[in-house]
């Protein structure tokens, strides 16, 4: 089962609270969303480790990088995986 959690944050601090969801593991999807509209969607693979992830999304993440320099604020929805 999955569940969503949503987190408005500073443009400032979007990529390292991705980093830091990413490295938590159990992240299925990532959305940015700016003003109610999705921004960037990161599919993650579920239970692929976070280094490998990691450096598979970094190209996602500098373009990330390069929107929270433009915006104040954004939200940040995540899909979790619930394990049973």
């Known amino acids: 089962m999955a569940t969503k959690e ?4 500073d443009g400032d601090k979007v990529v390292e ?3 830091q969801l990413i490295h938590e593991g159990n992240i ?9 509209r999705t921004v960037l969607e990161i599919p993650l693979s579920v239970g692929a480790p976070a ?3 990691t ?10 990088g390069a929107f929270a320099a433009l915006v104040t604020e954004c939200t940040i929805e995540v899909e979790k ?4």
């Open 17 to 19: 609270k991705v980093k």
């Open 51 to 53: 280094a490998a992830v």
């Open 6 to 9: 949503k987190f408005t944050i």
């Open 55 to 64: 450096i598979l999304v970094a190209p996602l993440l500098a373009a990330l």
């Open 28 to 36: 299925r999807r990532v959305r940015i969303i700016h003003e109610d």
């Open 81 to 84: 995986i619930e394990e049973a």
